[in-house]
């Protein structure tokens, strides 16, 4: 048909990997015949939009991206049950792939590395550089032991022309460049409030070498960025941005990924450092949806 514009019906705020169903003709769904229109009613789900093929290619390789999530330390004991599960599909001396696929090119891939084991979802095609340059960076990071530094403080006045002083706090990374954490803010002779900064900026210090100086958290109960995306995703609840949800300094060593969920009311911060961490993040944003706090 000359006129034809195939398509795919999807939620692009809930994509999963699966299309609801498919339009040759672009009008109607090629199995009940029902329009977009009635497909959105029968669903009750208004954000349902039809996009190309190409387009659908494009949302699928980034569904795939989000689902390499960082790897996870394992026995030695499970490394070598993995690898007797089946033949691997691929393997060298250091690494190997599990011989059946989780999801299309998807398979759970185990490495070791002076004498730890770990395991994580890798495309069975990635190159054997990139592999290694990723097994590498992990075990850099996993014993890196970042040096944390006060800078000198300052005094800043409020609006209600009380003064404050802020102490900031940096820590040198595996390329020994020194990055911000962040501000220590104390008031003027109160003891209770300078107690509470205090505790406040050892957690964040605490959260920053529990997750190896690859970011950290701003509240204790979202501590774990992985488990908040994932939890995120699996109660299909909605992020709010109050302002950006993305927020980068002018010289863009880091990241910072902040708003409020909307279902719960809760607050999350977290500031991220390293480029690979940050990538998974902008493909696992793409299977939740996000909307602009009411100001």
Known sequence: M?????????????????????????????YTHKTLEELRAGEDNPRLVTVSRNTADKMFRIHL?????????????????????LPPVRHTRNFFFIGEPCF??????????EGRYFTGLRSVTTPRKELERQMEGHYRSLTFRGGVTKGP???????????YLLTPYFFTDT???????????????????????RKNMAEILLSLRRHHFLYFSAHKRRDDMEIFLEEAKK??????????????????????????????????????????????????????RREKAEM
């Open 2 to 30: 000359k006129n034809a514009r195939p398509g795919f019906v999807i939620d692009p705020y809930r994509f999963d990997g699966s299309f609801l169903t498919s339009m040759s003709d672009g009008i109607h769904c090629d």
């Open 65 to 85: 991206k989000s689902k390499c999530l960082p790897f996870k330390e394992i026995t030695e004991s499970q490394y070598y049950e993995n690898m007797d599960m």
């Open 104 to 113: 299309r090119d998807l398979y759970t891939f185990c490495f070791h590395v």
């Open 153 to 163: 403080a300052c005094a800043i006045t409020g609006k209600t022309n009380r003064q």
């Open 175 to 197: 390329d020994g460049e020194k990055k911000f954490i962040c501000n220590l803010v104390t008031g003027p002779d109160e003891e209770p409030d300078i107690r509470n900064a």
């Open 235 to 288: 109660r299909r609840h909605t992020l709010l941005a109050n302002g950006k949800l993305l927020q980068f300094p002018m010289n863009r060593e880091s990241v910072s990924f902040t708003g409020t969920v909307k279902e719960t009311q809760e607050p999350f911060f977290f500031r991220i450092y390293d480029r690979d961490l940050f990538l998974y993040l902008l493909s696992t944003l793409r299977n939740i």
